[in-house]
Antibody, heavy 120, light 110 residues
Framework: EVQLVESGGGLVQPGGSLRLSCIVS????????MHWVRQAPGKGLVWVSR????????NYADSVKGRFTISRDNAKNTLYLQMNSLRVEDTAVYYC?????????????WGQGTLVTVSS | QSALTQPVSMSGSPGQSITISCTGT?????????VSWYQQHPDKAPKLLIY???KRPSGVSTRFSGSKSGNTASLTISGLQAEDEADYYC??????????FGGGTKLTVL
């Protein structure tokens, strides 16, 4: 069974940092592109970032570029999101998401999410 | 990277059909045949319904179908059922290896 389990969310002050983790199981993690997608309370889905299979190629939404860093440890089956210079508007549930295949663009498995709250 | 435009809310009666639109630009929806749709029930993770504009993953009901014309994609749900009440999001691949979601449509089954 495919599972994606996020952790690391919590309350942080504006300007602070947080690192999210996503431990996966049930599939060969090193074969899949992975993403982070967020959802502010009561709002819609927003794509945040993506990494290729070995972490050598990454992309970011303009709203987080220069502040967030996506990375992965294939030996630990873990995806990360390092978030620096956090802003109130970064408050959201952050989902770890699997892309179906490198040749596709859709997302087939999502974690349950971890809530990040940025507030003073 | 502006969000794709979807109607905020829609409603329909059981058995009816509804179509949710998703309007982007020539840099995303209009440029690529890579539009997907997701269904999200309250406090649940999204579920893939449609990919590559009009393809359905195995296990997804044939009542869900997708299409695209120009910069606008559409999701049609036929034979509305109570369990279809949920939020629906479109998503498009965009330039520079990025993705963009729509703002979401809240569907109410009357």
């Amino acid at each position: 069974e495919v599972q994606l389990v996020e952790s690391g969310g919590g309350l942080v002050q504006p300007g602070g940092s947080l690192r999210l983790s996503c431990i996966v199981s049930g599939f060969t993690f090193s074969s899949y592109w992975m993403h982070w997608v967020r959802q502010a309370p009561g709002k819609g889905l927003v794509w945040v970032s993506r990494t290729n299979i070995d972490g050598s190629n990454t992309n970011y939404a303009d709203s987080v570029k220069g502040r967030f860093t996506i990375s992965r440890d294939n030996a630990k089956n873990t995806l990360y999101l390092q978030m620096n210079s956090l802003r109130v508007e970064d408050t959201a549930v952050y989902y770890c998401v699997r892309q179906v295949a490198a040749s596709s663009t859709e997302f087939d498995y999502w974690g349950q999410g971890t809530l990040v709250t940025v507030s003073s | 990277q502006s969000a794709l435009t979807q109607p905020v809310s829609m409603s329909g009666s059981p058995g009816q059909s509804i179509t949710i639109s998703c309007t982007g630009t020539s840099s995303d929806v209009g440029h690529y045949k890579y539009v997907s749709w997701y269904q999200q029930h309250p406090d649940k993770a999204p579920k893939l319904l449609i990919y590559d504009v009009d393809k359905r993953p195995s296990g997804v009901s044939t009542r869900f179908s997708g299409s695209k014309s120009g910069n606008t994609a559409s999701l049609t749900i036929s034979g509305l059922q109570a369990e279809d009440e949920a939020d629906y999001y479109c998503c498009s691949y965009a330039r520079d290896v990025t993705w963009v979601f729509g703002g979401g449509t809240k569907l109410t089954v009357l």
